[in-house]
């Protein structure tokens, strides 16, 4: 079973950037594709992006041109660049590996 952590949220003003980690523990994740997902207050979760094991990425309407997927298989550690962040961008980020596991969540909150 694989475990997974995201960190690397906070609060950032519109127009900034984070950086989120998704760190992997108890085997590899660089088989499997691995995605991110969000839940904003009173909506459904949402496809942000994923990653396939040979590195091609896919993203959700409103975060192209804005986020960027990453992995870094020698950590073991899945990766999402936030850039342009905007007010409707703020949300719980969670990493997962998709119909496996879930991280429990980092919050990110952009102030407009």
């Known amino acids: 079973q694989v475990q997974l952590v995201e960190s690397g949220g906070g609060l950032v003003q519109a127009g900034g950037s984070l950086r989120l980690s998704c760190a992997a523990s108890g085997r590899s994740i660089s088989s499997y594709v691995m995605a991110w997902h969000r839940q904003a207050p009173g909506k459904e979760r949402e496809f942000v992006a994923h990653?396939?094991?040979?590195?091609?990425?896919g993203y959700g309407d409103s975060v192209k041109g804005r986020f960027t997927i990453s992995r870094d298989n020698a950590k073991n550690t899945v990766y999402l660049q936030m850039n342009s962040l905007k007010s409707e961008d703020t949300a719980i980020y969670y990493c997962?590996?998709?119909?496996?596991?879930w991280g429990q969540g980092t919050q990110v909150t952009v102030s407009s």
């Open positions: 997962s590996q998709p119909g496996v596991s």
């Open positions: 990653i396939t094991r040979s590195g091609a990425t």
